[in-house]
């Protein structure tokens, strides 16, 4: 299983940015979809999580109403919409899959198997 992130870059506070990753290697229809975020001197953390194919979806608090996680499945793709963003949403973003995770597994990176390799995102004036 390969991962592919892209998508980051400079951004004024209030802008958008849409992260993608690529999925290859596997079948993704029993996956669990995560975006994880760590900025400089901080733990890493979970931004949103879902299904590969719907259901169960997970947001932190901090970005609910502002980011949305989605999924072309005929691309294979993962996709974070971020708007609104915030200088405290500067970060390296990475995206990663885990098998059959309950819920409550959604927000926790050593559940995730595979990690795609990072994407950085600079929310500043």
């Known amino acids: 299983v390969q991962l592919q992130a892209s998508g980051g870059g400079l951004v004024q506070p209030g802008g958008s940015l849409r992260l993608s990753c690529a999925a290859s290697g596997g079948t993704f229809s029993e996956y669990v979809m995560g975006w994880f975020r760590q900025a400089p001197g901080k733990e890493r953390e979970c931004v949103a999580a879902r299904r590969w194919n719907g259901g169960s979806t997970y947001y932190l608090g901090s970005v609910k109403g502002r980011f949305t996680i989605s999924r072309d499945s005929a691309k294979n793709t993962v996709y974070l919409q971020m708007n609104n963003l915030k200088a405290e949403d500067t970060a390296v973003y990475y995206c990663?899959?885990?098998?059959?995770?309950?819920?409550?597994?959604?927000?926790?990176?050593?559940?995730?198997?595979?990690w795609g390799q990072g994407t950085l995102v600079t929310v500043s004036s």
């Open positions: 990663a899959a885990g098998p059959r995770l309950i819920y409550s597994d959604f927000n926790q990176g050593h559940r995730y198997n595979y």
